[in-house]
């Protein structure tokens, strides 16, 4: 019905929209979310033919190119075709007339119907919206924020048009009112079949009320395709950062911004400045639009890259094996944690990575690279580093702190002396430490706990790697220190897009920084998912336990490794073919002891236990 | 209802009527000459003079003097004047019917065509029928009202002819009906225009800023989206909503619009109050003077009242109780 070819918007020599290709058909619901300032009420009026600056490129509904029809045409399809709910801000509506006046006022203006009809019709559409009937005479300035956006939307039906455009119809509402108007719109628009164009910087909002979903920056579509799965994966950098700085009650990880501000380019990607895994091409060309993988993205690297990848990695010590055949994919700027009891093979898995231990086998992937077990040379350093749980005996007490974090220039040869106390300085006070002589000099001893360990990051951030694996690094610390690293470890992760590995046994804190969890057992991940799914929503048993045993402030004792039918238990012990909790899984069953469960996908987790199929069926 | 503003307009009248009382007595010399015109000190003899200070009050205390001038206007009496040889009221309401026509066709006149220029003005902003209007407005702005009296006196009366030069009907003419009133606007026509020439740039400039304002604001965006013809949009959208300021003005409009008309019925010999103001102070006619200063102090007010009744008619923010309210 809507189609929309190379659009292009200027205001004067301020290009607002560059390029826009979007298709609607009939009955779809499209929402364009993005920031302030992206251009989406701009790409709203100018459908509507009432955008201030100049118009190029096509807008095609059915069949009719809007941006070349002059405006006595343009006059018939507004409000008849396509009509708008705008942004119920100050004076949306006229100030001088009533609720009623205003919604018939369309009907007789396009002669559907006479004066007596059209009062008629607004009043069935301001009931249909749910307006008090004595609202009907009131003027706009004795209507709640609410009715007024019930108006707003009745106004908008009074013609009874085949498109809507709903200008960020919820902002400005409360919680309960918005509830009611995104039902509200919904069944109206369920009900009339109408097609729905959302500009929305409310992913909430835009999640319940459209099927497909483009993400707009700075004039440009950086990513496009269904609405599920865009929020609960998103590709593009910057869709995960409107992901990540949205309060939403599923969320778990600390809210995190986007770096930088927008600003509007002509060549490049847009969102290159602020994009914490953009390289050369970024700027000198603007990346298309392109299918991968069931939606579109518009990145030169085709989304948000794997840094590290972990295939089929074993390490065993004599014949235990303390890592088996683990799969890992972290992506760039995101954290994934590793949580698991003691002795699960977290630390294991990280001096694996680091080049500590040596794989027994499988492989790993650094940005796409296959790296050897002998292959780890300085460049692989620059790239990842480690910070370590006990932060007083990771750093030598021989060097002051100057020494200490200098260590990593000097094995590089990068810079000469000043540039690298230089350096120091700098990332001394990135992770807000002093960078006075007399602290320069200070050895580990001299220090506190927290500068020890804020020493030890700086040390591993000095060379700016990609990678960040962070076995325990907080565990040392008290509860105060510890909420300071991890702000700390956060606000450098926005910063410059670090990604992080982070090791730890506790969840409650895992769950704060971490996007994605991955639980060890033995060895093996049994569930890894999306941190906010796998603590709302846990799959395995072990990993229930875990969160049970989190914790709380309750003064409730969790009870977890609840009562195993003592015969079963008896009868497998020792054979270790089956699951490695299946003697302490409440839901353990015979054959647990016997078969091994292998990880498969279950809704966004994956998760690894033989009872799930029982469990998913009955839910379904 | 409205009571807050209509004690407001009973207290501006009440310091009038104590100005108009209190200023002829505090002024040097004798106070009878100042209440009743130096013409009066012709036929002076003792025995009216006593009778004058007894009428007046002038031999007993303040108080008891403005009760005798309290009792006197509401009976009607605001003096006689010597000059005339009537009383005050009989010869200012001879004149007023001619200031109430000039003054509030010029009133209506100027508010109406500054309103619609403004509108058409602040709709085609930087377009070139907009920029000559403003130029041509800001230099007629430069004119006292006067000036433009003259000139059009000049050009339609002296040199073309076209229109009566003085007065405000031909007099001894013995026209009737029709007839009469069509006399009438004749004579009216150029004291109107000049009144009207010169009240139009202001209100004009502030109506073409209202608008330009105005049309930025979102109702007008989702007026234009409704598919709305681009005159409802200006007039009863955006325009609707620019005319509030100056409604305002209108009221303040009033008081000035007076002092030019004093100017304007000097010129065209407009048998006005202002005109009648004009001789009297020439003829140090005190009692005409205070008595045409009262009336249309009066009237101002009224006028005022009037325009801040209108206000709540047309602006449904401004409840019935006359305040604002906040939303």
Redesign the interface.
């Known amino acids: 019905m809507l189609e929309i070819k190379g659009l292009e918007v200027n205001y004067g020599k301020r290009r607002i929209l560059h390029g826009i290709d979007l298709t609607l058909k009939r009955g779809e619901s499209l929402s364009i979310v993005g920031e302030s300032g992206g251009g989406k009420t701009t790409l709203g ?1 100018s459908i ?1 033919g ?1 955008v201030e600056g100049t118009v190029r490129g096509e807008i095609l509904f059915d069949g009719k190119n809007l941006a070349l029809l002059p405006e006595k045409e ?7 075709r396509i ?2 709910v ?2 119920n ?8 007339y009533t609720a009623r006046e205003q919604v018939s ?2 009907i007789v ?2 002669k559907i119907g006479n004066r007596d009809e059209a009062k008629k019709r607004a009043e069935e559409l301001l009931n249909m919206v749910n307006l008090r009937e004595e609202r009907f005479y009131a ?4 209507l709640s924020g609410g009715e007024k956006q019930r108006v707003l939307i009745a ?1 908008a039906l009074a013609n009874d048009p085949d498109l809507i455009i709903l200008d960020e119809p919820t902002t400005a509402l409360d919680a309960l009112t918005k509830a009611e108007i995104i039902s509200l719109i919904r069944n109206v628009c369920n009900k009339r079949e109408l097609t729905i164009l959302l500009l929305t910087h409310d992913l909430s909002a835009a999640s319940m009320l459209s099927d497909t979903m483009a993400v707009l920056y700075a004039g440009r579509i950086l990513e496009f395709g269904s609405t599920s799965a865009l929020l609960s994966n998103p590709r593009h950098p910057y869709t995960r950062g409107l992901l990540r700085c949205y309060p939403s009650m599923t969320t778990t990880k600390d809210l995190q911004g986007i770096r930088g501000r927008m600003e509007f380019f002509d060549n490049g990607c847009p969102f290159y400045p602020r994009c914490t895994q953009s390289v050369g091409i970024c700027r000198e060309e603007t990346p298309r639009l392109e299918e991968n993988d069931g939606r579109f993205i518009a990145c030169h690297r085709g989304g948000i890259i794997p840094l590290l990848v972990v295939r089929n990695m074993s390490k065993s010590f004599n014949s235990s094996k303390a890592v088996d055949s683990i799969d890992l994919t972290l992506y760039e700027g995101e954290t994934l944690a590793l949580v698991g009891e003691t002795g699960s093979g977290k630390t294991t898995t990280a001096k694996i990575i680091i080049g500590l231990f040596e794989a027994t086998e499988g492989q790993i992937f650094l940005e796409g690279k296959r790296i050897l077990d002998h292959g780890r040379d300085k460049n692989f350093y620059r790239t990842v580093q480690m910070v370590f749980q006990n932060p007083m005996e990771s750093l030598s007490h021989r060097l002051s702190v100057l020494e200490s974090v200098r260590e990593p220039l000097d094995i590089q040869k990068l810079g000469d002396r000043a540039q690298r106390e230089n350096r120091v300085r700098r990332i001394l006070g990135e992770v807000e430490l002093p960078s006075t002589p007399t602290f320069l000099n200070k050895y580990p001893h001299q220090l506190s706990q927290g500068e020890t360990q804020r020493v030890a990051i700086a040390r591993a951030l000095i060379l700016n790697p990609k990678l960040l694996i962070a076995d325990e690094p907080t565990s040392a610390l008290d509860a105060s220190t510890q909420a300071k690293v991890v702000k700390l470890l956060l606000n450098l992760q926005e910063k410059r897009g670090i990604s992080m590995l982070f090791i730890t046994h506790n969840l409650a804190l895992a769950r704060k920084i971490s996007d994605r969890l991955a639980v060890m057992l033995r060895g093996n991940i049994v569930e890894e998912g999306p941190s906010n799914e796998i603590v709302s929503n846990p799959l395995h048993p072990y990993t229930e336990d875990l969160l049970k045993a989190a914790p709380t402030l309750s003064s409730n004792v969790p009870v977890v490794h609840a009562s195993v039918p003592e015969v079963i238990s008896k009868k497998n012990e020792g054979t270790g073919t089956g699951c490695h909790y299946a003697s302490r899984c409440i839901k353990g069953t015979e054959v647990c002891f016997n078969e091994k469960p292998r990880l498969r996908i279950c809704s966004s987790h994956k998760v690894a236990c033989l009872n799930l199929n029982l469990k998913t069926e009955n839910e379904e | 209802m409205k009571t807050a503003k209509i004690s407001t307009y009973a207290i501006a009248f009440l310091i009038i009527l104590s100005l108009n009382f209190l200023l002829p007595r505090m002024m040097p010399g004798d106070p009878l000459t100042a209440i009743c015109g130096e013409e009066a000190l012709i036929e002076m003899t003792p025995e009216l003079r006593t009778e004058l200070m007894h009428r007046f009050a002038l031999d007993e205390p303040l108080g008891k003097q403005f009760f005798v001038y309290l009792t006197g206007i509401v009976r009607g009496d605001f003096g006689y004047s010597y000059y005339y040889n009537a009383p005050v009221l009989e010869v200012v309401l001879e004149a007023l019917p001619w200031t109430l026509l000039l003054l509030g066709s010029s009133l209506i006149l100027s508010t109406l065509l500054s309103i619609i220029m403004g509108i058409e003005s602040g709709w085609r902003r930087g377009r070139n029928s907009d920029k000559s209007l403003l130029t041509a407005t800001m230099i007629m702005n430069g004119f006292p009202n006067f000036f433009i009296g003259i000139v059009l006196l000049l050009l339609f009366g002296v040199y073309l002819g076209f229109l009566p030069l003085q007065g405000a009907k031909t007099p001894y003419s013995g026209l009737s009906g029709l007839n009469l009133m069509l006399d009438i606007a004749r004579h009216l026509v150029l004291p109107l225009t000049a009144l009207t020439l010169s009240q139009i740039p202001s209100s004009y400039l502030l109506m073409r800023n209202t608008m330009i304002t105005t049309l930025k ?3 007008v ?9 681009e005159a ?1 949009v200006r007039y009863k ?1 955006a325009g ?2 620019a005319i509030l300021p100056i409604v305002t003005t209108t009221g303040v409009r009033v008081g000035i619009i007076v002092t030019g008309a004093l100017f304007i019925e000097m010129i065209f010999s407009y048998p006005g109050v202002g005109l009648l103001i004009y001789n009297s102070l020439l003829m140090r006619d005190y009692p005409i003077l205070q008595g045409a200063f009262f009336i249309v102090t009066v009237f101002v007010i009224v006028a005022n009242f009037v325009v801040d009744s209108l206000y709540t008619k ?4 401004i409840g019935i109780d006359g305040v604002e ?1 906040a ?1």
């Not at chain 1, 801000?89 to 001088?96: D, F, G, M, R, T």
């Not at chain 2, 965006?221 to 013809?229: C, D, N, Q, V």
């Open positions: 009026l509507m009432l343009l006059r018939k399809i507004r409000w008849n009509a708008m705008f942004q801000v100050e004076n949306a509506l006229n100030p001088l006022e369309p203006a396009h003027y706009p300035h004795q106004m | 604001e979102p109702f965006l989702t007026a234009k989206a409704k598919g709305l013809s409802s959208h609707r909503n047309i602006d449904p923010r309210h939303h």
